[in-house]
């Protein structure tokens, strides 16, 4: 029979000669440690001990502690709980005792005298059952170990991009205290991470047209339940020193799975040295009817075979 390696069995048994006989046939067919115990209480000591025995060998019939009483307190602990029991009897071989065997947690029955391939056999399959188990653990172990990795490489990309970028970037709670701080955001305010972490965003934050303080919350949180977002506002930061900073503002809400505000994302660009080009303002009526009459004019003179005066007029429009 090919060997088995890696594991670990606990025989238990009140005499001597049944614990010889056992360790001397498991060595034989089996690769396995081969822990002993001659009481049901050494045995309990060698599991708190041993913390990766593999499966329990369990006579049933031993003085103080008996085999159910053994297999009983071992279910209890959750670092032996979960380890096979084969019970082994001479003397309780009727199916109520069997049953018992099995409701304290046995997986296996057997009666003595014990047929020495059926045990070896017995054994080998729990020790397939428990390497295709431990297969699997290190299949798992090993993609839990891959998507940790991941993650660490993707928050430590995600911490460098936000540590580099240029703009500032605030975090928000919903009831607009600063929870986070990029260090361009300390920079541009001029304040340690400690003494933002916790500030009013108003303390830090005025926008162009504001009366009251209250105005950033009020006015944001309500457009950004309706919107989501609010983008390209002309706005300053107040630096640690009082100065103002010239921002270009926007914001969004972040919402938790309820649908609520948790977060809200604050990003800004200082716009400090940049000139600001005034919109062009729209033509009033009187322009526009004029440009009309125009450009009619002008349609009319190509449809036809310009005169002196027509050639002047398009020579103008071209």
Not at 20 to 35: F, W
Not at 66 to 84: E, N, V, W, Y
Not at 104 to 133: H, W
Not at 162 to 188: K, S
């Amino acid at each position: 029979m090919p060997a088995t390696p890696g594991y670990k069995v606990l025989i238990v048994d009140d005499h001597q000669h049944n614990l010889y006989t056992l360790r001397t046939l498991i060595e034989k067919h089996l690769e396995a440690e081969v822990l002993e115990a001659a009481c049901g209480r050494e045995a309990i000591d060698i599991t708190l001990d041993q913390r990766d025995i593999d499966l329990i060998i369990l006579d049933v019939q031993m003085p103080e502690m008996d085999g159910f009483q053994t297999a009983s307190l071992l279910k209890l602990r959750k670092r032996t709980r979960d380890i096979p029991i084969i019970f082994l009897t001479a003397a309780f071989k009727s199916e109520e005792f069997q049953q018992r065997g099995f409701a304290v947690g046995a997986v296996d029955y057997l009666l003595k005298p014990i047929d020495d391939l059926l045990l070896i056999n017995k054994i080998s399959t729990y020790f397939r059952l428990i390497e295709k188990e431990r297969g699997l653990n290190r299949i798992l172990e090993q993609k839990v170990a891959e998507r940790t990795a991941q993650l660490e490489r993707e928050k430590q990309y995600s911490e460098r991009i936000i540590t580099h970028m240029g703009e500032a970037l605030l975090v928000l709670n919903p009831q607009g205290e600063i929870t986070f701080a990029n260090p361009a955001a300390r920079a541009m305010l001029d304040y340690q991470i400690d003494d933002l972490i916790g500030m009013a965003i108003g303390d830090v934050f005025e926008e162009e047209g504001d009366e009251e303080a209250g105005a950033f919350m009020g006015t944001w949180l309500e457009a950004l339940i309706r919107t989501g977002a609010l983008s390209k506002i002309d706005a300053r930061f107040i630096a640690r020193d009082g100065s103002r900073v010239p921002i270009l503002f926007s914001r969004t809400a972040l919402l938790d799975p309820s649908g609520q505000i948790s977060d809200i994302i604050c990003i800004a660009k200082n716009m400090t040295g940049y000139i600001r080009v005034p919109d062009t303002p729209e033509p009033d009526e009187p322009e526009k009817r004029q440009l009309a009459e125009r450009y009619q004019e002008h349609q009319a003179a190509g449809a036809s075979e310009p005169t002196t005066s027509d050639r002047h007029t398009n020579t103008a429009w071209a």
